[in-house]
């Protein structure tokens, strides 16, 4: 009798480890399922999360009214289609303008594409076969196309780093100094 009670007992257990595995392994990945659910219904809730600043629309065009805001990303592309960080539907923006960059300790930079060209504050910037990168400012106006745009930076520098900087944007050094992307 003891023997018959030991096998009973060691086919119940077979299927009770098995039956035990499969619930640990479900239970692992509803946990999984959880915490992908929450950190997007987080991210959803901060749509700004990652912004360095904001252009606001000065030009009132068909596709995007006068005080729109457009939140500009550490590092991305501005341009029309739905793909780029930052969208601006308007005629004479190519679907891939120009690239966003921000380096701390630097600022906010951007590169036009080839054979695409913007103006920075009155300046025109045509695209360099160097990669030149041409900064912003707090406050600079970008066109692009039809849109114009003035920058908001919430992501800025310390006080000595805009001095130096202010410094080198006077003297003209700025450019020849660092002709490519800064570190």
């Not at 959880?34 to 009132?60: N, Q, Y």
């Not at 009214?65 to 793909?83: E, F, K």
Request: glycine share 8%; net charge negative.
């Amino acid at each position: 009798m003891p023997s018959q009670i030991y096998e009973i007992l060691s086919l119940m257990m077979r299927y009770w480890f098995a039956a035990l595995g499969v619930l640990i392994v479900l239970r692992a990945f509803w946990w999984l399922w959880k915490d992908h659910r929450s950190r997007e219904k987080k991210r959803r809730s901060l749509p700004d999360a990652g912004s360095i600043g904001e252009f606001v629309v000065e030009s009132d065009c068909a596709a995007l009214p006068q005080d729109t805001l457009l939140p500009v990303p550490a590092d991305g592309t501005l341009g029309s289609v739905r793909s780029c960080d930052i969208v601006v539907p308007a005629r004479g923006v190519s679907p891939r303008h120009l690239d966003v960059m921000f380096r701390n300790g630097y600022g906010l930079y951007i590169i036009p594409w080839r054979g695409c060209s913007c103006i920075v504050d009155g300046e025109t910037v045509a695209s360099r076969k160097d990669g030149m990168a041409h900064p912003l400012q707090h406050n600079s106006i970008l066109e692009v196309g039809q849109a114009r745009l003035r920058l908001r930076v919430f992501a800025g520098l310390d006080v000595e780093d805009v001095r130096a900087y202010a410094e080198r944007r006077e003297d003209g050094d700025d450019e020849q100094e660092n002709p490519q992307y800064p570190d």
